[in-house]
């Protein structure tokens, strides 16, 4: 499984992908705001998305890419490890039930 996590915090980046090895997920990070990311959230299976650290146009391109590929997005403001984790089990819970 592969999630993308738009914003965050740099120097969490190892922790972030710790929590999301420890799960058994792909995780895709960025920290900034880049172009084509339309294309670039294409093929991920979910979308976390830390509104407190990304730009306002940044956030509305993220939710029109995750729209228009119908992909799982989960928006929160806080940015901290334990809120990745709790993100991290909704997307696995997700896709649990997909799958059955």
């Known amino acids: 499984m592969s999630i993308a996590v738009i914003g965050g915090i740099k120097r969490l980046e190892t922790h972030y992908r710790r ?3 420890k799960r058994g997920i792909n995780l895709v990070i960025f ?3 880049s172009r084509d990311m339309d294309q670039k ?4 299976d979910a979308v976390i998305l830390f509104t407190g650290q990304v730009s306002h146009n940044a956030r509305t391109e993220v939710i029109r890419a995750a729209r228009r ?3 799982p997005l989960y928006q929160h403001h806080s940015c901290g490890i334990c ?3 709790d993100c991290l ?3 696995l819970d997700a896709n649990k039930q997909i799958q059955a």
């Open 69 to 71: 590929h119908q992909i």
């Open 83 to 85: 809120t990745l984790r």
């Open 19 to 21: 929590e999301a090895s």
């Open 89 to 91: 089990d909704c997307c």
């Open 31 to 33: 920290n900034v705001a």
């Open 41 to 44: 959230l294409r093929r991920m």
